[in-house]
């Protein structure tokens, strides 16, 4: 089975910096897409950043400048370095990848989140 474990997470104070990663493991085949997710609690889920197998990036508007996000293709992994973090930033933050097992197609996988709070 495909699995995505998330690392890095934990409490920070306001400006302060995180390096979150995920690494992708189980019968994979192809990784078409890696990215982050978060979710506050009462809001939506939202987009924070993703990078395709091709290298293209997306970013949410409002982050642009402060987190950047990068992959190890050898590794199967992704990584999201957070800097100058708000208590706003404060969420749980959600691996999610588009990958292609020798079990089925392209599937969308999610890791089981990881907990960014930061503090003011």
């Known amino acids: 089975q495909v699995q995505l474990v998330e690392s890095g997470g934990g409490l920070v104070q306001a400006g302060g910096s995180l390096r979150l990663s995920c690494a992708a493991s189980g019968r994979i085949l192809s990784i078409n897409y890696m990215g982050w997710y978060r979710q506050a609690p009462g809001n939506q889920r939202e987009l924070v950043a993703s990078?395709?197998?091709?290298?293209?990036?997306k970013f949410a508007d409002s982050l642009k400048g402060r987190f950047t996000i990068s992959r190890d293709i050898a590794k199967n992994t992704v990584s999201l370095q957070m800097n100058i973090l708000k208590p706003e930033d404060t969420a749980v933050y959600y691996c999610n990848a588009g990958i292609q097992s020798d079990l089925r197609g392209p599937f969308e996988y999610w890791g089981q989140g990881t907990q960014v709070t930061v503090s003011s």
């Open positions: 990078i395709t197998s091709r290298g293209r990036t």
